[in-house]
């Protein structure tokens, strides 16, 4: 059974930086592919950033640069630095694993002011 849990959200400046974390339990998390989605009012969900079970990272073209993810095993986490943000990073973002079937974290608000 796996479960997430993200944190970090909050309210920021255009420019400022924020640090999400997703929080996992379950024997597989360590080695799975983890994903980092967000999903604005109206607009669909889309991958932000991804990491697979051997630290190999991909980003959705918006990121430009912009965010990191990262990992640390030993605290079964896994991070999204965003930095530069904009009003358009404004969503809820979500962490992602699917290990025969998908689970979701609950979501964290970001809210980017300009």
């Known amino acids: 059974q796996v479960q997430l849990a993200e944190s970090g959200g909050g309210l920021v400046q255009a420019g400022g930086s924020l640090r999400l974390s997703c929080a996992g339990s379950?024997?597989?998390?360590?080695?799975?592919?983890v994903d980092w989605y967000r999903q604005a009012p109206g607009k669909e969900r889309d991958l932000v950033a991804r990491?697979?079970?051997?630290?190999?990272?991909n980003y959705g073209e918006f990121v430009k640069g912009r965010f990191t993810i990262s990992r640390d095993k030993a605290k079964k986490a896994v991070f999204l630095q965003m930095n530069s943000l904009e009003p358009e990073d404004t969503a809820v973002y979500y962490c992602?694993?699917?290990?025969?079937?998908?689970?979701w974290g609950q979501g964290t608000q970001v809210t980017v002011s300009a």
């Open positions: 990491i697979t079970g051997g630290d190999m990272t």
């Open positions: 379950g024997t597989v998390f360590n080695v799975a592919t």
């Open positions: 992602h694993l699917k290990y025969l079937k998908d689970y």
